[in-house]
């Protein structure tokens, strides 16, 4: 049984519809990329996955295990955060929250899984430092612990290596790998990075504003719209089709010689 | 000595400290969040709305506090509303309402009979404008709002490190950010009384900067702006007290010097 499954559902932003009858679904233990150029509805998708954007049409079903509160959500960084006076731990902490309902304080149980998960996330030496003054690359973990404080199921990612140095984003990959492979973590992760996502996940969605994609990573590479966007040698006859496709010039008027 | 015991011998100066010190409290808790969520500017909008509350409560011979406290609270949370629409931003539409009402305020009160003595008090504060009534119901909103602050403090870090975060993991940040607007709509009614209209945004804001200068972590900031907010504000009753100076502008340049130490120790520090 998928743990989420959308209907034909579409979302407008700004009173333009950006996708109109999506479906797909996603198994537990999945890792799915949302791939896509800027504007093709990418975050308006994962927010309407969150349950922050009401759909226009369409259902969204999550499975029975799946409560609101057992999503982990690790949204890109806010300038206000930039100068946020606060520590790694009192960040990493704050993703217990959800399951504290009107308690006013953290239990015990909420203090072991944040420390356990910064452990996890090998960012235990950090819980004492400020959060605004880590680089970059530590202050993405800082975020992931907290979205596994709030979750052990299901992790929706929103370009967790945007602005990171090459080094630092090749580790972020791993980790995610990781915690989906290991501990069996669902993932569904926005991300502009093509290359990547197809190294690394099992899925593909690729979203665009007149075509869709939307299976195994296996079978994206070797489809005209992930053609476009990926090199390979793969020699297939689609594959050279696709390439032979893309490099056929000419429809453009330059290269045709008229002008000579 | 003497001219402290002397000064503490004054019923309307015991009644500025026991009305001033919880509320010098309240600002310096709430401001942090104000601050960082960028809302810092929500305090002088909602000073102003209760300035025109306030003159249109005395020209009409209302208790003020209860003409107030309710049109701050509507306003408060109209201007929350009006922040999160992208149709008009938060800053201006922090300014049309705070300029609007002002100028109601203005009108409404020399209507009657030009610019009276009770309007400045409003303006630049007065230590001297607190009844009995008010002081007990001021003490009493401080004290729920101080109550209502160490309750939900887990939340309302949350809602002000990361709303979209909280939303998404199931935390009501909607909810959580009325209480911050109601909270910060009390604050500043019972405020404004001895620090007036103008000065009483700086109650919240300047505890929070400074502290920020030097604390790393959001308990520290909360803890030292606390301090901070409490020690300016008694320097500046006191200092006003001595230097015949008006009480409102004094605190503020307490905490503005306050600001000036913290922000040479955080470089001196940072070298």
Redesign the interface.
């Known amino acids: 049984m998928p743990i989420i499954e959308c209907k034909n559902i579409s979302m407008s932003y700004d009173g333009v519809t950006v996708f109109d009858s999506l479906s797909f679904s996603v198994e537990s233990g999945d890792y799915l990329c949302i791939v896509g150029e800027n504007g093709s509805g990418k975050s308006t998708l994962m927010k309407g996955l969150l349950g922050l954007k009401p759909l226009k049409s369409g259902e969204i079903i999550y499975s029975d295990g799946l409560k609101r509160n057992e999503i982990g959500y690790l949204p890109q960084q806010t300038g206000a955060q930039k100068d946020f006076p606060a520590s790694v731990y009192e960040v990493v902490l704050s993703g217990r929250l959800n399951k504290r309902g009107f308690a006013p304080f953290y239990s015990r149980a909420d203090k072991k899984a944040a420390l356990d998960n910064m452990e996890r996330l090998g960012i235990m030496k950090l819980k004492n430092r400020c959060y605004r003054e880590l680089s970059g690359g530590q202050q993405q973990r800082v975020l992931l612990a907290r979205a596994l404080c709030a979750t052990s199921k299901l992790l929706i990612l929103d370009e967790p290596v945007t602005g990171l140095d090459p080094l630092a984003a090749s580790e972020m990959y791993d980790i995610i790998k990781k915690l989906n492979k290991e501990n069996g973590i669902t993932v569904i992760m926005v991300s502009h990075d093509i290359v990547a996502a197809v190294d690394k996940a099992d899925y593909i969605l690729h979203l665009s504003n007149k075509e869709l994609f939307f299976g195994s990573t296996a079978d994206y590479t070797h489809s005209e719209i992930g053609s476009r966007f990926l090199y390979h040698n793969c020699h297939c006859e689609g594959c050279e089709r696709h390439s032979k496709h893309h490099h056929d010039v000419s429809h453009i008027k330059h290269y045709t010689g008229e002008q000579n | 000595m003497n001219e402290l015991l002397e000064m503490l011998s004054f019923s309307f100066m015991q009644r500025a400290f026991i009305v001033g010190v919880p509320v010098a409290l309240c600002a310096a808790l709430l401001g942090v969040s104000l601050v960082?969520?960028?809302y810092a500017m929500i305090g002088d909008g909602l000073s102003h709305v209760g300035f025109g509350a306030l003159a249109i409560a005395s020209a009409f011979n209302l208790a003020p506090l209860w003409v107030s406290v309710p049109v701050v609270v509507i306003s408060a949370f109209l201007l929350l509303r009006l922040s999160e629409s992208s149709k008009i931003k938060g800053d201006s539409a922090i300014a049309i309402i705070s300029s609007g009402a002002l100028a109601i305020g203005v009108v409404v009160a020399t209507a009657g009979n030009g610019m009276n003595t009770d309007l400045s008090n409003y303006l630049f504060g007065s230590i001297l404008a607190t009844s009995e009534g008010d002081a007990i119901l001021s003490v009493c909103l401080s004290v729920v709002v101080l109550i209502m602050f160490?309750?939900?403090?887990?939340?309302i870090?949350?809602v002000?490190?990361?709303e979209?975060?909280?939303?998404?993991?199931?935390?009501n940040s909607g909810a959580y950010n009325m209480i911050i607007a109601l909270l910060t709509a009390l604050t500043i009614v019972i405020g404004m009384r001895i620090m007036g209209t103008l000065l009483i945004s700086s109650l919240i804001i300047f505890p929070a900067l400074t502290s920020?200068r030097l604390?790393?972590?959001?308990?520290?900031?909360i803890i030292c702006s606390s301090i901070v907010s409490v020690v300016c504000f008694i320097a500046g009753i006191v200092g006003s007290y001595f230097l015949e100076t008006p009480t409102g502008a004094t605190i503020v340049i307490m905490n503005m010097i306050m600001f000036l130490v913290f922000t040479v120790l955080s470089k001196v520090r940072g070298r």
């Open positions: 960082l969520k960028r160490i309750f939900f403090y887990g939340k870090f949350a002000t490190f990361d979209s975060f909280s939303k998404a993991t199931g935390v920020m604390c790393k972590t959001y308990k520290r900031v």
